[in-house]
T-cell receptor, first 113, second 112 residues
Framework: ETGVTQSPTHLIKTRGQQVTLRCSSQ?????VSWYQQALGQGPQFIFQ???????GRGNFPPRFSGLQFPNYSSELNVNALELDDSALYLC????????????FGSGTRLTVV | DAKTTQPPSMDCAEGRAANLPCNHS???????VYWYRQIHSQGPQYIIH???NNETNEMASLIITEDRKSSTLILPHATLRDTAVYYC?????????????FGAGTRLTVKP
């Protein structure tokens, strides 16, 4: 069984630009969550998608948006990039939102200059 | 979700048991205790979770006090590869706002 894969692994963008990060969930998982992890801090919840619908959102502005596709893969889009958006973006998947542990990808390192 | 308190860092000798404490004094009756770890430059890895009974799997054991206000993650024979940041999280298993809140965690260093 494959794990969670994220692409790209590293990305450099300019302030004001837009970025799309991609995540393929683990086989059999229909729930995907996205996290932002700044250097030296724990991951912060951005939002979750369950069966293609947003299932909860953390304290992030609307310029952070997402999608989940019928195959349960997902995208995170960030508009109008700011310097503080520089972070490791993690995707995690699980079955049925729930009681099972989440499987995390290795993340996308985004640097905004 | 309840907040947790963990020591910022701990050391452990290779081959010895690593006991990582977590306080969650405001935990609710329907909240589980989850443990994850994050090895440098990787995504967090699920270790174990439990509600009220002690749990054991191939990676670790989880001991939850009877009042559920604290727990301990035990790595029975720590190796150098167990050096990581360990996160204790309490949350309702299935919610409509599935916020799994990571704190700063405990940085465990296993020494030869």
């Amino acid at each position: 069984e494959t794990g969670v894969t994220q692409s790209p692994t590293h990305l450099i963008k300019t302030r004001g630009q837009q970025v799309t990060l991609r995540c393929s969930s683990q086989s059999g998982h229909n729930t995907v969550s996205w996290y932002q992890q700044a250097l030296g801090q724990g991951p912060q919840f951005i939002f979750q998608y369950y069966r293609e619908e947003e299932n909860g959102r953390g304290n992030f502005p609307p310029r952070f948006s997402g999608l989940q596709f019928p195959n349960y893969s997902s995208e995170l889009n960030v508009n109008a990039l700011e310097l503080d958006d520089s972070a490791l973006y993690l995707c995690a998947s699980t079955k049925e939102r729930g009681d099972y542990g989440y499987t995390f990808g290795s993340g996308t390192r985004l640097t905004v200059v | 979700d309840a907040k947790t308190t963990q020591p910022p860092s701990m050391d452990c000798a290779e081959g010895r048991a690593a006991n990582l404490p977590c306080n969650h004094s405001t935990i609710s009756g329907n909240e589980y205790v989850y443990w994850y770890r994050q090895i440098h430059s990787q995504g967090p890895q699920y270790i174990i979770h439990g509600l009220k009974n002690n749990e054991t799997n191939e990676m670790a054991s989880l001991i939850i006090t009877e009042d559920r206000k604290s727990s301990t993650l035990i790595l029975p024979h720590a190796t150098l590869r167990d050096t990581a940041v360990y996160y204790c999280i309490v949350r309702v298993a299935v919610t409509n706002n599935n916020d799994m809140r990571f704190g700063a965690g405990t940085r465990l260093t296993v020494k030869p």
